[in-house]
């Protein structure tokens, strides 16, 4: 038996046992019933948007095609599942079964929308298709993937327009949920729009800027603030931001003056001070009278402290002259909102006679109502900003006057005319389970994040009562929807 301390929580991310285990009973009965290779389509989508946010930014992707690279049950896995007992202390697993998993490599298609992208309830985030035993048994590491990170991403992109351009820092590494969800949070809060993490694993796997200076212990160890500014000014000349609200926060901008003439005599320049307590809008004007008078008008104030998209903008209306913000415990944890609903629903599975047969799944809410298809979103927009999108079947293909209805209030249409620029989210990410696909480097994928939020009204983006973009099905795969509803209700 393997300690905890033998197997290294990131390198569990490829791993198949990342996974329920309702997925490979069901994998089993597939198997079992000889269905295990037939044709099916699901998709991976969310229902509501976090935070009651306008949008979500879809992240997670190029960990997922990792994930999926390294997908197989190893000798160890199956060696564990035969282990498994049913209620009558027989094994769970015929041994078939787990010698069929060990010849098992995945070979599904994937379509996936790139990080970076914004999206909304209902639309397929990823498209999968292939042997419905793999799908089943993709499901819960791919929500896992997606959800968090997108989540995180969608947190850090409201954080960041409440700085309104002002640099974020990522501070989350203590108070994040563990190892996996430090390192996730740290990459997810880039793309969303943080300028650098705390947090020196994340930096070293994934090349985003790291930052940080001292804490309350330092100055706390030496005899008094003066003597511990000093000191480290003398060991970290080029890395100076002093925190100065271990004692008197206004006596601690006067030390941090004191040593920043230091530097300035020995050729280096103090990059600022840090608030973490206390009004950190009076603080900051008052702290900024200081470093202006004392000759230091390019010093930084950073602050910290519990910090949140809302209290960074109550901060902005009181006119606080703070210009870096570090926000940790509410970003890495998405406070208020601890997950992002992603589901995952099979949609399509391939007849006897080779055609498709679609698939819907009925609840007493509509919005819990799924939709049939092989889906794709089609994205338009005019000469300035995204105008609405649709989520049209391929099978059915898109028609060039495309009509949006609301899935949750058919009411709600929106007309759009032919010859609209658009563009398709979904794009081909593995074909026969062999990777078609180049993902962007990280930085990139963040210029993605800023050049998609930048194309929606503004309105989309306010924290209170946003404008609801239009999104909807295409009128046909709307019809085609209802008529299955109706069907399965037997009132058709």
Same mark, same amino acid.
């Given at each position: ?33 000889? *269905? ?12 509501? /948007? ?5 949008f979500t930014? $879809?992240?997670?992707?190029?960990? $997922? ?24 202390? #027989? ?17 599904? &298609?994937?379509d ?9 309830p ?6 999968? #298709? ?10 819960? @590491? ?11 991403? $969608?947190?850090?992109a409201r ?8 640099p ?6 203590? *108070?994040?949920?563990?190892? &996996? %969800?430090?390192?996730? @949070? ?13 947090n ?10 790291v930052? =940080?200076?001292?804490?309350?212990? !330092? ?8 003597e ?5 000014? +003398? ?15 206004? &006596? ?7 040593? =920043?003439?230091l530097l ?7 990059? %600022? ?23 230091f008008?390019?010093?930084?104030i ?7 998209e809302?209290?960074i ?16 415990t ?5 406070? &208020?909102?601890?997950?992002?609903? =992603? ?12 055609? !498709? ?12 109502? /799924? ?12 000469d300035?900003e ?8 391929? +099978? *059915? ?12 209030d058919?009411?709600? *249409? ?14 081909p990410?593995f ?47 709307h ?14």
């Open positions: 038996m393997k300690s905890e301390t033998d197997i290294s929580p990131v390198a569990l991310s490829g791993r198949a046992l990342l996974t329920d285990l309702y997925q490979i009973t069901m994998a089993y009965g597939y198997w079992k019933s000889g *269905r295990a290779e037939r044709e099916a389509v699901f998709h991976l989508f969310f229902r509501n /948007s976090p935070f009651q946010c306008g930014l $879809t992240a997670g992707l190029a960990p $997922t095609i990792e994930f999926l690279q390294a997908f197989q049950f190893t000798e160890d896995d199956r060696a564990f599942l035969g282990t498994l007992r049913g209620n009558d202390d #027989q094994p769970l697993f015929d041994r078939g079964f787990l010698d069929y998993l060990g010849t098992l490599r995945f070979s599904c &298609d994937i996936g929308i790139p990080e970076g992208t914004a999206v909304f209902q639309e397929p985030l990823l498209r999968i #298709q292939g042997p419905i035993l793999q799908c089943q048994l993709l499901e819960t @590491a791919l929500l896992n993937l997606i959800n968090f990170q997108s989540l995180i991403a $969608t947190k850090a954080v960041c327009l409440a700085a309104r351009g002002e974020v820092l990522e501070f989350g590494l203590r *108070r994040a949920q563990g190892v &996996d %969800g430090a390192l996730a @949070a740290s990459r997810a809060a880039y793309i969303g729009g943080c300028a650098a993490t705390s020196v694993l994340a930096a070293k796997l994934y090349g985003i800027p930052r =940080g200076t001292h804490a309350h212990s !330092w100055v706390m160890s030496f005899d008094d603030e003066r511990a500014f000093r000191a480290y000014a +003398e060991a970290m000349p080029n890395n100076c931001v002093f925190l100065v609200d271990t004692y008197d926060t206004l &006596d601690g901008v006067r030390r941090a003056v004191e040593a =920043g003439r300035r005599e020995r050729g280096h320049e103090m990059v %600022g001070i840090r608030l973490d307590s206390g009004d950190l809008a009076w603080l900051s004007v008052e702290a900024r009278k200081i470093l202006d008078e004392a000759g008008p390019n010093a930084v950073v602050a910290s402290n519990d910090l949140d809302h209290i903008a109550s901060l902005k209306e009181q006119g606080a002259m703070i210009n870096v913000w570090g926000v940790g509410k970003l890495v944890t998405a406070y &208020d909102q601890p997950a992002l609903g =992603g589901v995952y629903k099979l949609s399509a599975v391939r007849g006897d006679d080779g055609h !498709w047969v679609y698939k819907v799944k009925l609840s007493e809410q509509v919005a819990k109502v /799924s939709t049939p298809g092989i889906q794709q979103v089609r994205r338009f927009r005019s300035k995204f105008i609405g999108d649709g989520i049209f079947d391929v +099978e *059915r293909g898109a028609p060039a006057a495309f009509t949006i209805v609301d899935p949750l058919a009411t709600r *249409r929106k007309h759009i005319k032919p010859e609209t620029p658009s563009e398709d989210l979904l794009v990410i074909r026969r389970g062999k990777l078609v696909y180049q993902p962007p480097v990280l930085g990139d994928v963040r210029q993605r994040a800023q050049a998609q939020l930048a194309m929606f009204h503004m309105g989309v983006k306010r924290f209170v009562n946003p404008h609801q973009y239009p999104v909807g099905l295409e009128l046909s795969l019809d085609l929807k209802t008529e299955l509803v109706l069907r399965a209700r037997g009132e058709k």
